[in-house]
């Protein structure tokens, strides 16, 4: 069993900033990707960021330079700082990990339950 929790978001004025944290736990054998969704009412889920086991990170082009994603290997732990925030990074976010439960088994994803972020003044 897999499981990741979320944690950090709330209401903040435009320009403001939160932390979003995720953990990862359970049945954990090896984690490839990390990384933030995010989905906004009416549209669909969206990639913000990943991050790799290396450190490669990738972003939306409307987060680059706002965003800043990075994970504790030894913790499993990915975090989202997210700065300058706008009322359109208004959405629901989500964790996701892609992650191998057992050695030499398959890779799988998984997602967190969900954190609100509302950027409103």
């Known amino acids: 069993q897999v499981q990741l929790v979320e944690s950090g978001g709330g209401l903040v004025q435009p320009g403001g900033s939160l932390r979003l944290s995720c953990a990862a736990s359970g049945s954990i054998f090896s984690i490839n990707v990390m990384g933030w969704y995010r989905q906004a009412p009416g549209k669909q889920r969206e990639l913000v960021a990943s991050?790799?086991?290396?450190?490669?990170?990738n972003y939306a082009d409307s987060v680059k330079g706002r965003f800043t994603i990075s994970r504790d290997n030894a913790k499993n732990t990915v975090d989202l700082q997210m700065n300058s925030l706008k009322p359109e990074d208004t959405a629901v976010y989500y964790c996701?990990?892609?992650?191998?439960?057992?050695?030499?088994?398959?890779?799988?994803?998984?997602w967190g339950q969900g954190t609100q972020v509302t950027v409103s003044s």
């Open positions: 991050i790799t086991s290396r450190g490669s990170t």
């Open positions: 996701n990990s892609d992650l191998r439960p057992r050695a030499y088994g398959p890779q799988y994803r998984y």
